[in-house]
């Protein structure tokens, strides 16, 4: 199943043309530039915002179609602000039973017990909001989303207001829902590291439009794409833990196209993980390297290249059938001829294990 969503908006000088088609399964992040029109697409797709013309579709229900339009708290969502907008005056308990008050129990797919469990809030019932930290304000936010048995989670920047810590403190809930509930989430983020640690499929919006839409790993990789572009591009790789090296302290990670090396993290043998391989980290050589430091070494073919600027190319690998990233000199192009077709050797100086 799918979200099939078109909206037009026009608003002073603001224009929103956004017409997409994601699966109804996982995280979609809605990644752009600020003044994009991200938090506008969610808020039309809440139903906050009611322009002629628009259409949306969840799954088999229609929500928005020419003179159909299903207001906001008749459509089984839930919504994460940036800000918690808690009940001040309530404590957290109180807060999430207003959430779960709005559903018939006969359609309650997540229990309360759930949501308390998932986000880690048993110990806040009793407190106050004010008595809470940032991050926890957000944890008992996104708890009372749940609450209310969405058929679409819906969050817009939930983790601007935190500080670093705060974030890296309230990320693995985030990631707990998508492993254990089958809620579809829309993610709105100008985040590079939220998007490459949550996403599944990416809607990338550009000046008020939609410039592309897909599976996260080929989004970042597409050379027709801005995301390849910049001085963060990068590539994620699926992969699976295969094996720990007590005498080294290194983990190995299989993906189709070989073997990674990383530092030590203890995660259970088959556990699916995520790696983030930026294109700067990356280097290329027509021979295997044997009396080298690096340890992450791929035979790969050169899928499609383009010059930056003067002096850099960006070129697209194909490690197996795993896309990937490199960005060399353009004298090293040369001189490596390198081309489509061309089979080569990436060389990972860093890799990242993200979950």
Same mark, same amino acid.
């Given at each position: ?20 088609? #994601?699966?109804?399964?996982? !995280?979609?992040? !809605? ?15 809440a139903?906050?915002?009611q ?14 179609e ?6 906001p ?55 106050? /909001?004010?008595?809470?930290?940032? $991050?926890?304000?957000q ?18 920047? /939930? ?28 993610? !709105?983020?100008?985040s ?15 000046? $008020?439009?939609?410039?592309?839409t897909?599976?996260?790993?080929d ?10 572009h ?10 699976t ?11 190995? !990670?299989?993906f ?5 090396? #990383? /530092? ?14 930026? +294109? ?18 791929? /035979?790969?073919?050169?899928? +499609? ?9 960006? #070129?697209?690998?194909? #490690? ?36």
């Open positions: 199943m799918t979200i099939d969503a078109r909206f037009h908006i026009a608003r002073g000088d603001f224009k929103l043309a956004a017409e997409f088609s #994601v699966p109804a399964a996982g !995280v979609t992040a !809605v990644f752009g530039p600020s003044g994009c029109g991200k938090t506008t697409l969610l808020r039309a797709i139903g906050l915002e322009h002629a013309g628009g259409y949306l579709k969840v799954g088999e229900m229609v929500w928005q020419d003179a159909r339009f299903i207001p708290h008749q459509r089984p969502l839930g919504y994460v602000f940036q800000e918690a907008s808690l009940f001040e005056h309530l404590n957290v308990w109180r807060n999430l039973e207003y959430g779960i008050k709005r559903v018939p129990e006969a359609e309650r797919r997540v229990s309360l017990d759930r949501a308390i469990e998932l986000l880690g809030i048993g110990p806040l019932l009793q407190r106050k /909001p004010e008595t809470l930290s940032g $991050g926890e304000r944890r008992v936010a996104i708890a009372r989303a749940l609450a209310v048995s969405p058929r679409l989670l819906l969050m817009d920047e /939930p983790l601007a207001a935190l500080d670093e810590n705060r974030k890296q403190e309230i990320l693995p809930y985030i990631e707990s829902l998508h492993e254990e509930l089958d809620i579809p989430v829309i993610y !709105v983020s100008h590079a590291d939220e998007v490459a640690r949550l996403a599944d499929h990416l809607v990338l919006l550009e000046a $008020g439009s939609v410039a592309a897909g599976a996260i790993s989004m970042l990789t597409r050379l027709d794409l801005s995301l390849a910049g001085s963060d591009a990068e590539a994620l790789i699926e992969a833990v295969a094996a720990h090296d007590d005498e080294y302290d290194l983990t190995y !990670v299989e189709s196209g070989g073997r990674f090396t #990383v /530092p030590r993290k203890d995660l259970p043998l088959g556990n699916a993980v995520r790696l983030r391989v930026a +294109a700067r980290d990356v280097s290329l050589t027509l021979e295997h390297q044997t009396n080298t430091s690096i340890l992450n070494i791929f /035979p790969a073919i050169v899928d +499609a290249l383009t010059d930056e600027q003067a002096a850099q190319v960006t #070129v697209r690998l194909l #490690v197996g059938d795993v896309p990937m990233l490199a960005r060399v000199t353009r004298k090293s192009a040369t001189l490596l001829e390198l081309r489509p077709g061309r089979k080569v050797y990436a060389q990972a100086k860093s890799v990242a294990l993200l979950s």
